[in-house]
């Protein structure tokens, strides 16, 4: 992709100043603020209307950059070789003269952090003498942005300047995985587990349902379109949605398919556009086919069990 310098420079610029500006990752569109300043990221959490309680993710342009805020371990170091830049956010500690504001962790002594994959972000980074809290660019619990029309529909105005790059690639949020102690998976996101088990090279505990807020994405509700939704079902009525994995070779006008083939990856990258699709058209409920729980299937049924609980 090629870097447009001017719209770099204007991002930067209200950065600097405080405000808060939409940028692209491979994931979905962030909502990105001075991860130092307590303005800039209170100013996130009014926009999206956001709980406090619920912690952002800070990003990173590299690991020298990290060092500052946070210690590193091995088990971060292995991960950090294989996959980043890209969708994997580790919960870490906070160093004690961290500048990160005490909004972005509720204040708790743990932050979540990644390294973004898109070319745009992480030249805005490079520019930036701090990082980006930037959780998705939508409405607290509403369904994330894949474009810059998305964050348009959700927020009009409110948000002074997106920073325009494309559709995202992966179109789901992010996997993370505390790495205090021993591995943990707080949120099935873009990159497969079976991924991370290979280089860790140790078993892996699950914990994405937690009482407890520990990071991102761990809320009840959350990626819902604003309707309700059921899941695995085999009978549809005519006047709600179905949602299909695959293209069936009959389709009815209430049919939608995340993918022509049932490729999981395929169907990953359109869920969040798809949800939206279907609101658009005025459809007032979600009938769900039941999707294989395995791979990125395991990440598509876990937003869509969070998005159902309307």
């Not at 946070?70 to 919960?91: A, M, R």
């Not at 099935?188 to 290979?198: A, P, T």
């Not at 695959?246 to 993918?259: D, E, I, V």
Request: proline share 5%; glycine share 4%.
């Amino acid at each position: 992709m090629k870097i447009n310098l001017a719209n770099i420079k204007k991002a930067k610029k209200l950065l600097d100043k405080g405000d808060c500006v939409a940028v692209p990752t491979e994931t979905v569109y962030g909502l990105a603020g001075n991860a130092y300043s307590d303005s800039a990221c209170n100013k996130i959490f009014r926009l999206k209307k956001r709980p406090k309680y619920n912690p952002l993710i800070v990003h990173y342009y590299n690991i020298e950059n990290l060092k500052k805020d946070c210690e590193l371990n091995d088990n971060f170091f292995k991960l950090y070789k294989e996959f980043c830049p890209g969708p994997i956010t580790f919960v870490l500690n906070l160093k004690r003269n961290s500048n990160i504001s005490k909004l972005v962790t509720n204040n708790k002594k743990t932050l979540a952090v990644r390294f973004p994959k898109h070319p745009l972000t992480r030249y805005l980074l490079k520019k930036l003498y701090y990082p980006l809290a930037a959780p998705s660019a939508n409405l607290s619990s509403k369904v994330s942005a894949v474009c810059s029309t998305d964050i348009k529909e959700d927020f009009g105005k409110k948000i002074k300047y997106i920073l325009e790059g494309g559709k995202t690639q992966i179109g789901i949020e992010s996997t993370i995985i505390d790495l205090r102690q021993k591995p943990k998976i707080l949120r099935l996101g873009g990159l497969e587990i079976s991924k991370i088990k290979k280089i860790l090279k140790k078993k892996i505990q699950m914990n994405i349902n937690s009482n407890k807020i520990k990071s991102p994405g761990q809320l009840r509700l959350h990626y819902s379109p604003g309707i309700p939704i059921r899941l695995n079902a085999k009978n549809v009525k005519d006047t709600e949605a179905f949602l299909l994995l695959k293209k069936k070779k009959k389709m009815k006008k209430n049919f939608f398919y995340l993918s022509v083939d049932g490729n999981l990856k395929k169907a990953a990258k359109n869920l969040y556009s798809t949800l939206r699709k279907i609101k658009k058209n005025n459809y007032k409920s979600i009938a769900v086919a039941k999707v294989p729980n395995l791979g990125l299937g395991k990440t598509i049924n876990d937003r869509l069990i969070r998005a159902s609980k309307f």
